[in-house]
């Protein structure tokens, strides 16, 4: 069994800052990718930003400039600056993971609510 649990979302103003955290615990071989997605009602879910096994990052146009994705070991971060109310949503972990019983499937978390408003 493969868990992921998001922390770090809130309230914050516009141009602030918050850091999310997602860490993943369980039957884990091999950590293949991780990556952050975000929803908000009446919209498909979406990626914000991707990190693959060799350290190398990708991320939806809007963000690149303002958020920062991280892995350390089962840990990943998104350290978002310059929020904008359009930022609002909740947001996921994804995880791509080979468990230990030789499994390889999606992950996710249960997701952490990011409101930017003044």
């Known amino acids: 069994q493969v868990q992921l649990v998001e922390s770090g979302g809130g309230l914050v103003q516009p141009g602030g800052s918050l850091r999310l955290s997602c860490a993943a615990s369980?039957?884990?071989?091999?950590?293949?990718?991780m990556g952050w997605y975000r929803q908000t009602p009446g919209k498909q879910r979406e990626l914000v930003a991707s990190?693959?096994?060799?350290?190398r990052t990708n991320y939806a146009d809007s963000m690149k400039d303002r958020f920062t994705i991280s892995r350390d070991n089962a840990n990943l971060y998104l350290q978002m600056n310059s929020l904008k109310p359009e930022d609002t949503a909740v947001y996921y972990c994804?995880?791509?993971?080979?468990?230990?019983?030789?499994?390889?499937?999606?992950?996710w978390g249960q997701g952490t609510q990011v409101t930017v408003s003044s």
């Open positions: 994804n995880a791509d993971i080979l468990s230990r019983k030789l499994d390889r499937r999606d992950y």
């Open positions: 369980g039957s884990i071989f091999v950590i293949n990718s």
């Open positions: 990190i693959i096994s060799d350290g």
